[in-house]
């Protein structure tokens, strides 16, 4: 909103004063005539000016043909000459309470400018009212002149409001002005202000930089004010304050805003830029020897002297100045990173080394240099020969390129094309540096854009970017066809051909690159080019590939694949036919059997002419890009396999003597006369011969990656022929171990699944098949069409279908069989569930301190450890290793404080759990209280009760080895604690050198049992703990109390345990008490303990130090505390996350390296308008049940609220709400247990946290590491202020390693629209300091008298409780071209640092002592992972949300399954793991010279991560994942949301299904790879889509087998039921269906974690709990979305909310979300069982009907009540009334314009339809097809009817069409009637509907008596014409244009709502039965909480609503 060096939202100000009466009083009366005068005549001229702007508004509103709008009481009136605009307030203003009227804070993005100035007047408002006045006055001036006549959006609003604000404030400040004018007024305020705040501040030994810089900029904006108020009372200021102005304006330049470095000259003593490689980059860019600098930068140059090489660059090529701003820092933080990480060490360290820089440039040019190599051209990164200059040169060229990138903005999604750009501006760049000369001009070499302001993004970016904008407008918001417009990928590609120099540099605009779409589709104008010609409008089209609608893509990407499975399946019923003839398996390979089996080799040639056939008609419309060679190829490549089929088919008659069947009528088509069996052999194995070098290549990866990236002419010619040369996709092959791993997976897979197929599914059905086709004796019950079709072909079909659909799917099931297995192995060799349990937890914590040493303790570079079985880690030694046990105790105990700071544990919890670190005084390891609580009541006890010797006592003791540990601290902490206290000389003397002495001598010399007396240790015990109790408080009165309590210890010891020869021994050694020269009747009289004087025999209160203090509490709770700790922590998610933290530290994972060299990386969060932090409305709303989101967090987390209450200190709600600081934590602590922005921030900055105590740890001395981290962490704020503080280094090291951005997309608008968001995320950066917030700020700027609209991206900060602008850089355009998120991401990307990035939703959440293994995870970028380092480190979820209901835990396991072992094995041995889970890191540098982190392309790329996945894997990326390091993540939790969110998946993998990438993965991938990428993508989609499609082939072959009486036929001969391949078939599609395949890895990974007897009752529970209904469900969900995206298209982003979801949705929501879905497929499934019940003739027995239809009933009765089963409130009887209401309101509400889809039913189904408003023809007919097996129900039935008589002609069909015509005429005539007659004609009306139904009855009764008509004829025909009726109405649909232009649209909406009614009331009847009984819907609560309950949850009252009144 303001410029770069103001504050963006920051409210600042002084303003400006208003009456020109009030202002010149005290001036005279002369000045006030002259005044007076002077007034009168602005006044006239104002009066005069305001009418004729009045009329000139008025005529412009005319002209733009709206109503003029309300008049505004601002005047509008022209400034004159020198006297800006005199406004006299003279009107009164008489709105009263208005104070919110104007707020300063929303400007009009057309006013930005004046946003600063408010932002004074806001500051200063409580000091000076008049000087605020004043600074607002001036504010509405420039305002006017910025926009005189109100045009930009909300300039009117706002000038009226601030003017009111002015009206409001004159008279009581002008009372409350100190100096006798304004001038005085300001001049006074600024001189003070100045003086006594600014120098002061500038002064101070310690100032802070934000301060400084915002006081300076007020101070700046305070003399602007001066200067204009001066000017117009004609009064100059004194000459002090003009040069303290100057200064001010000076400081202004130098102290800018900054992000990480402040780079100014104000900013050299900031820690950060202390650091040596920091200063190291800043030298480096401030070279500029030898620079050719443009004639008009010199002086500017001389002037700023800070110059560097950016500069240059942005002179010369005239970049953007905050761009240079941005990458300057980027720049020199990416080459200090790497520089401080160079081994050996660079020397000095302050000075850049060239192995920085070319680490540096290797990466950022190794996208562009492979791209130059590709097209043949050499690279433009020429070095000079002159060393010196090198360094120089290397910087100039990776800053043009960052330069490029950071202004490039849509454009950054088309890597190749930055590098074309870069190639040619490197060309200048090098051209002016070495003095070329233009051999055009003869001059010397410049650039072709000149170096203006703005002038490359205007020259450059724009034109590239003004294509993509057009071409994004042809895709009419993702409805049109992928065809007819270029993506991103299209625009790119075309860089991919040395056509691209073709557009030359300058680039030339009429190429035909830049030529937009048709005319007709975007309604542009024609370009005339000279002479008035109509311009070239021919156009380039797609490039290199073409997304086409079509299921054939699955074919086309994958055709290896389904070639594979094809010939095998043949070859397999050749092998089962033969055999079945011969009945022996030898025999399929001799003779005629063995030849019959080779006859799959014809049919892959045929599949390869399907394949040319597809390549040909999917790439027509890229044929441009494609070229002549490329179609030639693909036309070859056809003919080729067309020519082989014809040789093979020729070759393969000619083998056989005597033929019969199809081979013998081919034989005599081709002549018999040369028979030669050797012959097919031969062209067999020419035929095979390209596989064969395919084969070998495979077995030798390394051979095919260097064929596939050599440029060797005859190497390409020869991959011309197998692919086509693409830049990507090539070398794409891994290592030998990594290919044989992946390959023993396959096979032993494809082994399992060709042998079950072979015996189960195809051997058994050929006996029943030759069966068939060898019976006559068919009986046709209806009149069969095909009636010359020999063999029964329709009965083997409807029989073989099925199972020939389930063997093409299972290889699904035996993916998840065996991706159980060996994720489960693998992640038992990972070590993952090692500590699962707190026991666990106990058993190994000694181990702890030494694993944390190894792993997160940095130490010299080790080798990575490999597996082994046993890993043991060395105990800490007491003493001896006192630095790593300080080390390990405060980063636990920082993890325990994070804990109580979350609320997870209790303060007791805390105090158990943490471990001391600061006490020096005790030899010995202390462990935490919770692993030592109780031993020492228990040890007690055991002593007390102990009759032996001391040596039993002693073993008993350490049988337990933490009661040992107890035993002894507590022993030491005793001496240590009497040894404290006691001061006197006697008492030392007695009890220090005496009693203790002797006790560690009885216990070295094992007499202790026999000296002392154990039977009073309890009372010692007892009087000791009240000792420490007196310690603990320290009340100096109770000194007198601490005496009685020794003396009474004293004589415990001596008298109640010391036997007698202990004590006569003591006496003995120790002769006569006697105190200096004291005579011993004297000591007698002396009382022990009491003395006072001289000094006092007790220190009482000890000196309270914080180690003093810890240890003595420490001590009182090992004392004390008796319970046992086995179950501290109570809350379990704390148990989860201690257990997995430690769990993970014995995983495998590479030794830390210290923060400082470790690799920098920042996190980027995309924010649009999600919840960021809970409103105290939004928490106490209750919904329709009574509950509020805070009732429901507490019933959730009860244990949670009630630590939060510990933790504020109060007892009860109310007292929360009466404070604001309270409320405040209340709404956070709410917010971080939803799916907030807050808690991703807060998770995310754990980041920093982490590093800070890291750091501290690796920079501490010895001393410092006893203090603790929390003495520098708590240090005063003015010692925090010293750049050479602790503090301040740590949090200059911090920054340079992290950065977090949350690109908070529309914070600019919602900063201006005062949304409460706004301020929240405002909130964050100010809790948040290093949180960044980047957002796209939209901007009208007035521009040829005209607004407007620019665009920003704008990157801000928290600084002096405001947001504070950093950079603001100019975008082309609009950002949002294709999906919202990626381009969100990518708009931000330039505002992230460091070497990594991590991608975080905002629905993640992170954990402290995770982020302490970030390091460890960073440098698996340099560990080996393969023949390519990792471009993609995948990391593991942890679903947070699973606790809240039986479906959010089904979708937690669902997730966490898919996130651990699934990607496990994606990752390993598969090597198919691409990008699906926010969390995974990004190598940075890589990915953004590669396209960056997403696509983003309109609806293609609507699953844009995995694309991220799949760019890297083809750019020869690698992916990785590791599993000791989570993050959290939030997943939805009603059955509603989770639909949406699988609709989303769904839709997403059907447009990667369509997808280039999907292509290439599957054509470049090998065999086995292809086979993983398949089955881990969109083969799970299309095997769900088999699924399901099986159930309808299975049953509308069984209903054509029933109906047309074959079945009858054939019960004798062939029973079609008892199938046992068909049953195996079935029961395949089975596991699918009821969600065993995601069961499996779930129980694998729940057991591996917590235990396998855990996850076998977890297994149980969830089936109890219905999840197999949930899981089939959800298959219903991915069928039809994954399809119709497909077919059809329509894919979207699907928000799901996100929120807590236990409310009650009504019928009509649930029926308007699963109607298409679920509802009409689930209703036609039943129907289908129903008449297969009645008429099928082996159904009759019921037992084999059941079991073979058991699962599809299951699947009907889920897809059509599942909705109400899981819908909480579902059942309950008010709830329905409710619902009927609603429902019916619903479906008889007429649509119309603006009628939402939830209020009628006609907007929703116009809304159901839409995807078939933009489907193209071949959708329209794919629909029309399949709606025509609606029509089979009818031809089926009606010959079954009474009244057909058996006659099977196919009149009793035409006949049957009469009744269908005669209801739709009827159904016309009311329609008609009710529109022409039923207003006025009321009476006719209802007479035509009476004769209408007597007709009816008429008829009816007819047919009875004289047609014999049943009354189940009646029942059957409901079931024949029904299904017709919904076809017909499917069709109508299909071809909505044909229909409504012939007039039946209305009768088709009728048709459809009657049918829609009675689907509704068919779903709706069942489940308000089911209501009537009460238990049914406490059954379903226990059901679908049983989580919750679990977790003391009272579901009740949340569901029925009834709080307790307090």
Known sequence: ???????????????????????????????????????????????????????RDRERERERGRDSPARSPLPETQSTPGSGIRRGLSRTFTTANNSDVFDSEIVPSSLSAVAPILRVANEIESHRPRVAYLCRFYAFEKAHKLDPTSSGRGVRQFKTSLLQRLERDNKPTLRARQKRSDARELQSFYQQYYENYVKALDGAEHSDRAQLTKAYQTAGILFEVLTQVSKSEMAEAPPEIIAAGKIVEEKQEIYLPYNILPLDAA???????????????????????????????????????????????????????????????????????????????????????????????????????????????????????????????????????????????????????????????????????????????????????????????????????????????????????????????????????????????????????????????????????????????????????????????????????????????QAMIVMAWNIEGSGTFKSTFEGNNFKRILSIFITAAILRVIQGLLDIAMSMKAYRSIKFMGMLRLFLKLLVSIAWVIVLSVCFVHTWENPTGLIKNVQNVLGSSWKNPSLYITAVAIYLLPNALAAVLFVFPLMRRWIENSNWRLVRLLLWWSQPRLYIGRGMHESQWTLFKYTMFWILLLASKFVFSYFIQIKPLVKPTKTIMNDNSIQFTWHELFPNVKKNVGAIIAIWAPVILVYFMDTQIWYSVYSTVFGGVSGAFRRLGEIRTLGMLRSRFRSLPGAFNANLVPADKVARRGFSLARGYKEVQPGKDRKEAAKFAQLWNEVITSFREEDLISNKEMDLMLVPYSSVNLTLVQWPPFLLASKIPVALQMAVEHRGRDMDLWRKIRADDYMRC???????????????ILVGEVERRLVIDGILEEIDKDISEGSLLSNFKMSALPVLHTKFVQLTEFLIKGEADKRDSVVLLLQDMFEVVTRDMMNETAREYLESTHGPLSISGKTSKDVKDHQLFAATDPKPAVLFPPPATDAWIEQIKRLHRLLTVKESAINVPTNLEARRRIAFFTNSLFMDMPRAPRVRNMLSFSVLTPYYQEQVVYSKKQLNEENEDGISVLFYLQKIYPDEFDNFLERINVTSEHEIWENEEYENELRHWASYRGQTLARTVRGMMYYRRALELQAFLDMASDDELVDGYKVVASAPAEAKKSQRSMWAQLQAIAD?????????????????????????????????????????????????????????????????????????????????????????????????????????????????????????????????HGVRPPTILGVREHIFTGSVSSLAWFMSNQETSFVTIGQRVLASPLKVRFH????????????????????????????????????????????????????????????????????????????????????????????????????????????????VLTVYVFLYGRIYLALSGIEKSLVNSADVNNDPAL???????????????????????????????????????????????????????????????????????????????????KFAENYRLYSRSHFVKGIELMMLLIIYSVYGTSAKGGIPYLLITFSMWFLVTTWLFAPFLFNPSGFEWQKIVEDWDDWSKWINNRGGIGVLATKSWESWWEEEQEH???????????????????????????????????????????????????????????????????????????????????????????????????????????????????????????????????????????????????????????????????????????????????????????????????
């Open 1623 to 1705: 049953q195996a078939a079935l029961a395949s599609q089975s596991l699918v269906q009821l969600g065993l395949l995601m069961a499996l890895p779930m129980v694998m990974e729940i057991g591996l974690e917590r235990g396998f007897r855990t996850a076998l009752s977890d297994f149980i529970i969830m089936q109890l709990q219905l999840a197999s209904v949930f899981f089939t469900f959800s298959l219903g969900t991915k069928t039809h979305y994954y399809g119709r995206t497909i077919l059809h298209g329509g894919a979207k982003y699907r928000a799901t909310g996100r929120g807590f979801v236990v409310r009650h949705e």
């Open 1296 to 1424: 340079m390693k992290f950065t977090y951005v949350a690109t908070c997309q529309i914070y600019g608008a919602q900063k201006r629209a005062a949304d409460v968001r706004a301020t929240d995320i405002l909130n964050l950066m100010l809790n948040n300091p290093s949180l960044r917030v980047a957002y796209i700020d939209e901007v009208e700027e007035r521009e040829k008298d005209k607004n407007q609209k620019v665009y920003y991206s704008v990157l801000v900060k928290a600084s002096n409780g405001l947001d504070q602008e950093i950079y603001r850089i100019k975008l082309p355009g609009i950002v949002k071209l294709g999906e919202g998120k990626p381009e969100n991401q990518n708009h931000a990307m330039i505002f992230t640092r460091g070497e990594a990035l991590q991608t975080i939703d905002m629905n993640q959440d992170n954990y402290l002592e995770e982020a302490f293994k970030m390091r460890n995870l960073l440098e698996e970028f340099h560990e080996p």
């Open 1812 to 2006: 078939l408003k933009y489907t193209g023809l071949r959708g329209r007919v794919l629909e029309v097809l399949l709606s025509i097996r609606f029509f089979i129900y009818q031809y089926g039935m009606v010959y079954t009817l009474s009244i057909a008589r058996g006659s099977t002609s196919l009149s009793v069909y035409g006949l049957s069409w009469l009744v269908i015509i005669a209801v739709l005429a009827v159904l016309k005539i009311v329609s008609m009637g009710r529109r022409r007659f039923s207003a006025d004609f009321q009476l006719m009306f209802r007479l035509l509907k009476a004769l209408l139904f007597i007709g009816f009855v008429t008829i009816v009764i007819v047919l009875f008596l004289f047609a014999k008509l049943s009354v189940g004829d009646l029942f059957a025909s409901l079931l024949a014409f029904l299904p017709t009726g919904w076809g017909l109405l499917m069709i109508a649909q299909a071809a909505r244009p044909v229909v409504v232009r012939s007039g039946m649209g209305d009768s088709v909406k009728a048709l459809a709502r009657a049918y829609e009614f009675i689907m509704g009331l068919c779903i709706f009847t069942p489940v308000a039965m089911l209501a009537w009984f009460p238990f049914v819907s406490e059954f379903q609560t226990r059901l679908l909480f049983n989580q919750a309950f679990s977790r003391g949850l009272q579901i009740s009252r949340i569901l029925a609503g009834r709080r307790k009144s307090s």
């Open 966 to 980: 107890a035993v002894e601290e507590c022993f030491e902490s005793f001496k240590h604690v009497l040894g404290t």
């Open 267 to 569: 900013g050299a003593s900031q820690a950060i830029m202390q650091l040596p490689e920091i200063k190291a980059g800043v030298e480096a860019l401030r070279n500029i020897r030898g620079l050719p600098w443009p004639s008009q930068m010199e002086q500017a140059r001389h002037k700023s002297g800070e110059l560097d090489l950016l500069d240059w660059l942005q002179c010369m090529f005239g970049f953007q100045k905050d761009n240079v701003r941005n990458q300057r820092e980027h720049l020199i933080l990416m080459l200090a990173n790497v520089h401080i990480r160079l081994i050996p060490k660079a020397e000095p360290m302050s000075k850049l080394e060239d192995r920085a820089l070319n680490e540096v440039m290797d990466k950022l040019f190794k996208n562009y240099k492979s791209w130059c190599k590709f097209l043949g051209r050499k690279n433009s990164l020429w070095l000079p020969t002159i060393q010196q200059e090198i360094h120089q040169r290397k910087i100039l060229y990776m800053g043009l390129y960052l330069l490029i990138w950071g202004e490039a903005a849509n454009l950054r999604f088309m890597p190749e094309c930055l590098c074309y750009i870069y190639h040619n501006m490197a060309y200048e760049l090098y051209g002016m540096l070495a003095g070329n000369v233009s051999v055009v001009t003869g001059e010397n070499i410049k650039p072709a854009y000149g170096g203006e302001d703005e002038s490359f993004l205007k020259k450059v970016i724009t034109p590239i970017y003004d294509i993509i904008f057009k071409e994004t407008k042809n895709n009419g918001h993702g409805t049109a066809p992928h065809s007819a417009w270029r993506n991103y990928d299209d625009l790119n590609e075309f860089f991919w051909s040395v056509d691209c120099f073709r557009l030359g540099w300058p680039m030339r605009l009429d190429a035909d690159f830049f030529v937009p779409p048709s005319q007709s589709s975007l309604s542009s104008k024609l370009s005339i080019g000279k002479g008035g010609k109509v311009a070239s409008t021919r156009r380039l089209g797609k490039t290199n590939f073409v997304e086409i609608r079509s299921f054939w893509h699955l074919f086309r990407s994958y055709d290896r694949m389904w070639t594979f499975y094809i010939l095998g399946l």
């Open 1476 to 1587: 699906y889970g926010h969390p995974d890191v990004f190598d940075r540098l890589f990915h953004i010279t590669r396209g960056g982190m997403s696509k983003a392309s309109r609806v293609i790329n609507l699953s844009e991560d995995i694309f991220a996945g799949f760019n890297s894997t083809l750019r020869r990326g690698n992916v990785t994942h590791h599993e000791y390091i989570q993050v959290g993540k939030g997943r939805d939790v009603g059955l509603n949301q989770i639909s949406l969110f699988e609709a989303k998946v769904a839709c997403g993998n059907g447009e990667q299904t369509l997808s280039r990438d999907m292509y290439r993965l599957g054509h470049r991938f090998d065999f086995f790879r292809m086979m993983s990428c398949y089955f881990t993508t969109i083969g799970f989609y299309a095997s769900t889509v088999i699924v």
């Open 1 to 55: 909103m303001s410029s770069s060096t103001s504050q963006s939202i920051v409210p600042v100000g002084p303003a400006r004063n208003a009456s020109p009466r009030d202002r010149d009083a005290g001036d005279g009366d002369g000045g006030r005539e002259r005044t007076r005068e002077r007034d009168r005549e602005r006044e006239g001229d104002r009066d005069r000016e305001r009418e004729r702007e009045r009329g």
